[in-house]
């Protein structure tokens, strides 16, 4: 077993994952994982730099997880940096920072690495599921099925918050491609005016999303063929808040989540819900983070065009997704 540390840096927030890794037999196991709402890429697609708050609370972050990794004896250290950092100018001063920090270089990956990494932490225990391994029962939308059954090829689809990856493969990724309609993107593109988020949208914002992410979906299947996909999985908080949500969960629970099944029917009731919902409503949900309360409805509506294009019954959530992709590269 080698102990690795993978962070994951992305435009919402920024990961953590500590694990002992066995490439021998495919084993992850955790020792710790959490989650910061950072919003490093607070303003970047209007201004094109990262602002200094949003700096310092990624350093804030960085410093606490150091500690961390520290404290685990973790050997080997890998930070990878997503959509934020790679599309602003002063991306040279958060690389810097992080550095004298950590003590490793923040590697700012492309849409396609990002794209990899993510298939790899997604699929590798669907793998394991598929030739026999250990099967969990689905839930919401699964129709009596379980995990063990699913068809290849899979469609991963990692919905953060600057970008979405879209990634077609088998037991190996055959087609990826990474394109501009995160979650936190599309909210300061369409729904923020004079710096308050409108509350809840009007329908012709919602329109305004709507027109960005078949765009971008069209753009995406001129490399990927997402209609292939005979399962889609799907990644990150706005999926995993869905499935949350889904099952009535009275707060936030990983394992219940974690390759649980949500059907089309309710992603759009869902979607419908939070879009039609005010602040205050939308953080009530028990399953709700603080900081996905505003930027929710966006990465809702991106899952259930997704699902639209190809004609998915079902989404299967993974909570296993670009972090242990990291971790695993690094073992």
């Not at 697609?45 to 990794?69: M, N």
Request: charged content about 25%; glycine content about 10%.
């Amino acid at each position: 077993m080698t102990r690795v540390a993978a962070i994951d840096c992305g435009t919402n927030s920024i990961r953590l994952l500590v694990a002992d890794a066995d490439p021998a037999t495919g084993e992850l196991v955790d020792l710790d994982r959490r989650m910061t709402i950072v919003r490093l890429g607070q303003g970047v697609d209007r201004t094109g730099r990262l602002a200094p708050d949003a700096l310092e609370r990624t350093f804030a972050a960085c410093r606490e997880y150091a500690t961390i990794v520290k404290d685990h004896g973790a050997e080997r250290l890998r930070f990878v940096a997503t959509s934020a950092s790679r599309d602003a100018e002063n991306r040279d001063e958060f690389v810097r920072g992080v550095l004298d920090i950590l003590g490793v270089e923040p590697e700012v990956i492309s849409g396609d690495q990002e794209a990899e990494f993510s298939f790899t932490g997604a699929t590798k225990e669907l793998t394991g599921l598929n030739q026999g391994g250990a099967q969990r029962p689905s839930n919401e939308g699964g129709g009596g099925r379980r995990a063990g059954d699913l068809a290849k090829p899979y469609l991963v689809v990692d919905i953060g918050g600057g970008s979405t990856e879209f990634v077609v493969g088998e037991d190996h990724v055959r087609a990826a491609r990474s394109v501009d309609i995160g979650c936190v993107r599309m909210t300061e593109r369409h729904l923020v005016h004079d710096g308050v988020v409108s509350d809840p949208p009007a329908p012709e914002q919602i329109e305004a999303i709507r027109a960005d992410i078949e765009a971008a979906l069209d753009l995406a299947e001129e490399s990927v063929p997402l209609r292939e996909a005979r399962t889609l999985v799907g990644l990150a908080g706005s999926v995993t808040t869905i499935a949350a949500i889904a099952q009535d969960l009275p707060e936030y629970d990983s394992e219940a989540i974690h390759h649980s099944r949500v059907s089309y029917d309710r992603v759009r009731e869902i979607t419908e819900r939070l879009l039609s919902a005010t602040h205050a409503e939308r953080a009530a949900i028990p399953s709700m983070h603080p900081g996905r309360v505003d930027v929710i409805g966006a990465g809702a509506l991106v899952l259930l065009s997704v699902m639209e294009r190809i004609g998915a019954d079902e989404v299967v959530v993974s909570e296993h997704d670009i972090l242990d992709g990291i971790a695993w590269s690094v073992a």
